[in-house]
């Protein structure tokens, strides 16, 4: 099954709203994203057994705007 992501112009925008809604209640992901003095880091994500991961184009996307403001 193919997707289609939004527009980006439309993507980022939607972005900005729900990382600007974390920001109020000061939440930790999006503390650690826009923190003074953040630097690059790297994740893994270890499985156990196979599985179909869903939502990938946008969290990557999430990562590209956070890191461009």
């Given at each position: 099954?193919?997707?289609?992501?939004?527009?980006?112009?439309?993507?980022?925008?939607?972005?900005?709203?729900?990382?600007?809604?974390?920001?109020?209640?000061?939440?930790?992901?999006?503390?650690?994203?826009?923190a003074s003095g953040a630097v690059a880091g790297q994740a893994q994500w270890i499985v156990k057994e196979a599985g179909i991961i869903a939502g990938l184009p946008i969290a990557a996307r999430v990562f590209v705007y956070s890191m461009s403001r």
């Open positions: 099954m193919a997707f289609v992501l939004p527009p980006v112009l439309v993507l980022d925008r939607l972005l900005q709203g729900w990382l600007l809604e974390d920001i109020g209640r000061g939440d930790r992901t999006t503390q650690s994203l826009f």
